[in-house]
């Protein structure tokens, strides 16, 4: 079992950074694919950014150059690095983890939330104009 608490959600206005960790319990270094996901009011929940096990990433259209996903393995937290934040951020950010498949020895999943059976609770963001 896999358990994500995430954290660092907060008000900014447009333009500000924000950082969200996601700590992450039963942690086995790279065993599992960690995402973040984001659901605004009234939308479907879609997948932001993914680190694989080689710490390869992979970002949504959206937030390419803005967002950036790393994580640290002696804390057992993933982070999402949040710039140049728009008003069409704000959304509840919710970290998942998945245990992938594995590609050329290297763990990986995309940015479905099909893919992912762990979630957190999420932290709310909003961004305003």
């Known amino acids: 079992q896999v358990q994500l608490v995430e954290s660092g959600g907060g008000s900014v206005q447009s333009g500000g950074s924000l950082k969200l960790s996601c700590a992450v319990s039963?942690?086995?270094?790279?065993?599992?694919?960690v995402a973040w996901f984001r659901q605004a009011a009234g939308k479907e929940r879609e997948g932001v950014a993914t680190?694989?096990?080689?710490?390869?990433?992979e970002y949504a259209d959206s937030v390419k150059g803005r967002f950036t996903i790393s994580r640290d393995n002696s804390k057992s937290t993933v982070y999402l690095q949040m710039n140049s934040l728009k008003p069409e951020d704000t959304a509840m950010y919710y970290c998942?983890?998945?245990?992938?498949?594995?590609?050329?020895?290297?763990?990986?999943?995309?940015?479905?939330?099909?893919?992912?059976?762990?979630w957190g609770q999420g932290t709310q963001v909003t961004v305003s104009s």
């Open positions: 998942a983890a998945a245990s992938g498949k594995v590609v050329g020895g290297v763990v990986v999943a995309g940015l479905s939330p099909d893919e992912y059976a762990y």
């Open positions: 039963t942690y086995h270094g790279s065993r599992y694919v």
């Open positions: 680190i694989h096990s080689n710490d390869g990433t």
